[in-house]
Structures are given as C-alpha cells and as structure tokens.
C-alpha cells in the first residue's frame, strides 16, 4: 500500500493497435466522419484532472494520425508490438515517465464520458486505493447472460471483489431480491447486476508490480487480466456510473456509436 500518500501528477494513457482479430485497424475507423481515436483522444482531453494524454501505439498510421490533430498537452508513444494486453504497452510507455498516477481509457470507447475519468483520478489521487475502475447497471436481461458482458461484484465499500463473464451473483431465491422501483416490467434483476467497464486507474507503482507478475489461474480461466490485481490482493475501488458509452469491437459497432452520437449531439 501506499498509506494513503496522496497522488500528485496524473497522466492519461490510451493504448491503441493496428491489429484487432475482429476489427483490425479499428483506430482509424471513422465515426461520423472522424477516426475513432480522435473522439477518444478529444473526450479524454475534456477530462479536468489529467496533466497530459498519452497515446501509446506500435502502429506508425495511429501515431501519424493523432499527431496530425496538434491537439495541446497530448504526446505519441511508440511501443513494441508483441505486448500481450494494453495494460503491458501502458506500463511500457509511463516506464521512464514521471508521475505518480496513470488512467487507463481504451481506444475503442469513443464516448468516454470525462467526468468519470475525473471521478477515477480524485479515487486514485486520495493514495487510499492501488487502482480504481468503474461499472454501470445492467438494464437489458439477455447481457446478464452474455460472457462477453463481464460482471463486477463489490462490497459496500466499492471494493472489488470479483469479475466474471459468468452470470454473478447467482439469485437462488428471487424473492430475497430487491430490484429498483423503477425498473421496467419483466425484468425482476435488474438493478442487481453491473458491468465492468473497462477504464482504470493505477497508481503508477503498482501498475509496473502488476505487469511484473505472470497471469494467475483465475485470469487464465476467464481471460480478464484484473484477476491478476485481484489475485495480488489488490485494493481496487469501483465507482458506479450511469453512463454506460459504447466500446467498438466489430464493424457494426460503428453505427451503434454514430446513433449515440447522434443522440449527445442532434445538431453535429
């Protein structure tokens, strides 16, 4: 732990490849007429508490494209190409930087919402927590089942206690539940379980222990490399966000997000 040393400098990290099995070259995909990674780059710069934007790309067309942008305060990291997880090619890029605390946003959540990266980096700043994620209600029953939708499960205190792909926690008696009072009819769980969404804080410590460590037997199971945090015994703080945004895994992905858009911006 850090015994609640407060954080001072805080630098966003966007990881972003070329190569994608379902949607290879997806970062430079246009949405509504941009590449994806200039939404993302231009959401996480509308974020207060982050010093500077990192983009750490092994893909000199994603490097060419954001420096394109002349966006103030945001740099190009070039990393190596055989990194396992987004997670390594962050550590890879902060390595030789100085700051005391990195938010992970992906390159493939165009509508990012800002105030929940501010949220995550006033977490990670108080020095109480070694990383921070988020996860929002499940409205739609059939996700509850999907394993592509993963769960997260945490105490009262928004500590995290587990994720999965599986359905958790298990309703035995649906009488003991207590959805909300204004969840639509038919369905009875909703309110009961969130999804992880995949944005993290790290105190930047504690992300080069993490990728330090070879994946443990839970991560392998499940293929989720929080796991490993988990495992390591990790204190790892949850905020709960209504915004759920939209990640682009596939090329049909792409109109979801223009709809979405859409709705944020009517006149755009």
Known sequence: MNNGAKMGRIVGVIP?????TRFPGKSLALISGKPMIQWVVERVKQAKRLDAVIVATDDQRIADCVQALEISDVQVAMTRSDHPSGTDRIAEAVQSL????VINVQGDEPLIDPTLIDELAEVISTGEWDMATAATPIEDEDQIN???VVKALFNRHGQALYFSRATIPHIRDFSSAEPRSDTPEGVPTTGIYRRHIGIYAYRRDYLLKLVAEPPCALENLE???????LDMGCRMKVVKTEDF??????????????LLLQQIHPSG
């Not at 972003?16 to 994608?20: C, E, V």
């Not at 293929?223 to 945090?229: D, G, I, P, T």
């Not at 990640?247 to 109109?255: C, L, R, S």
Request: no cysteine.
């Open 16 to 20: 972003s490849r070329w190569g994608s």
């Open 98 to 101: 100085q700051t005391d605390a």
């Open 146 to 148: 999907d394993p592509s």
């Open 223 to 229: 293929k989720l490399e929080q796991l490993r945090a």
């Open 245 to 258: 945004g939209i990640g682009v895994d596939t090329p049909e992905d792409i109109a979801k997000a223009e």
